[in-house]
């Protein structure tokens, strides 16, 4: 009952947590470069209570807490002065990206966090960290421990160049040189295209070495590449699934329920792993999957409101273009009607994708 209390109250936080960032981002922005907001609200409407204003801006506290939103001045008409369609171009997209900009840096910092708990990871070297019985991987000779250096001769720079080949390769042998201690092996293995996705081609479970923190400021340059390496993958789904690199399984988006069962399942497992064993036994080191699921969260609220799909910040960017490259502004009534259409579609979308999320949520199975 407290894990399942405390799962579900994660949730919320970090679910309602993550778009206020975002609408923060938009409101600071907007008042650095002198575009007024007339309300920065807390939760969504109906109005609760208005906390107090400050420079022209009433700051409101709303019934459902699930995020807040931004009232700017003008939005939508460019006849409004000091509003944000009567801006500069340059400012308002500064405007639209500062919100996922804001969720980016969310997750930058919650990796820096990440790390400071388990270690600095070396990100150019692949280690394995489990074998499957009877799996390919058992049968060729790989070991816990080993370090692979080259698959056909191919240097391996990171595990999606390692995942990537195997898929390429399946069912036929692949040469595989391994450093173990101070050895360096050359083995065959067959990947194999009968075993599922969790059971995986050759059946190994792959990592990067860890090596300690030193101190906080440590972590900065990891996190970035490791934020801008999370980005990269969000962005690479859709054209590694029709490659067949990635089974479409694996590509799976996940809704609220889903998300609300990860939380969940992240949560108890890190409470658990930080509970002195009954038995005696030695402790296991603590895990950190609410952190892991707090930085995919943010990292893909961020990456998605910049895709450019009408009604989303990326669309409105989109649109703000010509205006630039052309000094031509797309009237103001046509880019309302696009995002209006867009943003009927974008609900209609959600509604069935959350309806089936419901029915059939996404299984997450934490190793």
Request: no cysteine; hydrophobic share 45%.
């Amino acid at each position: 009952m407290y894990i399942g209390l405390l799962g579900g109250l994660t949730f919320v936080l970090v679910f309602a947590g993550s778009i206020l960032l975002h609408e923060f981002g938009h409101f600071f922005v907007a008042r650095l470069l002198h575009i007024e907001v007339d309300e920065f609200g807390i939760g969504f409407p109906p109005r609760l209570i208005k906390l107090f204003r400050w420079k022209g801006t009433d700051f409101t506290l709303n019934w459902i807490p699930l995020g807040g939103f931004n009232r700017i001045k003008g939005e939508d008409d460019p006849t409004v002065p000091g509003g944000m369609a009567a801006a500069n171009p340059w400012k308002r997209i500064l405007v639209m990206l500062a919100g996922a900009s804001m969720n980016l840096l969310t997750a930058f910092f919650a990796f820096t966090l990440y790390f400071s708990q388990t270690g600095l990871p070396d990100y150019k070297t692949v280690e394995i960290a489990g074998v499957m019985s009877a799996s390919p991987a058992q049968q060729s000779g790989i070991q816990v421990g080993d370090q692979i250096l080259t698959v056909n001769s191919q240097a391996v720079h990171n595990i999606q160049q390692i995942q990537a080949y195997t898929h390429a390769h399946l069912n036929q042998p692949l040469k595989i040189t391994l450093k173990r201690g101070t050895q360096v092996l050359s083995l065959t293995i067959t990947p194999l295209s009968s075993r599922t996705a969790q059971q995986g081609a050759m059946g190994v479970l792959l990592t990067n070495p860890i090596r300690p923190v030193g101190s906080w400021f440590d972590t900065i340059p990891i996190s970035f590449e490791a934020t801008g390496g999370a980005i990269g993958d969000l962005l690479s789904l859709p054209g590694r699934v029709l490659a067949g690199t990635l089974p479409a399984q694996d590509a799976q988006l996940a809704g609220p329920r889903s998300i609300w069962d990860l939380f969940q399942q992240a949560v108890a497992r890190d409470v658990q792993s930080r509970e002195q064993p009954s038995d005696g036994a030695p402790a296991q080191p603590p895990t950190n999957y609410t952190l892991s699921v707090i930085i995919s969260l943010t990292l893909s609220l961020g990456v998605i409101n910049l895709l450019p799909i009408p009604a989303l910040d990326g669309g409105r960017i989109f649109m703000t273009l010509p205006e630039i490259i052309l000094r031509r502004r797309i009237p103001v009534r046509y880019q309302n009607m696009i995002n209006g259409i867009g943003f009927v579609v974008l609900l209609t979308l959600l509604g069935f994708f959350y309806i089936k999320d419901i029915i059939n949520p996404v299984t997450f199975n934490l190793p």
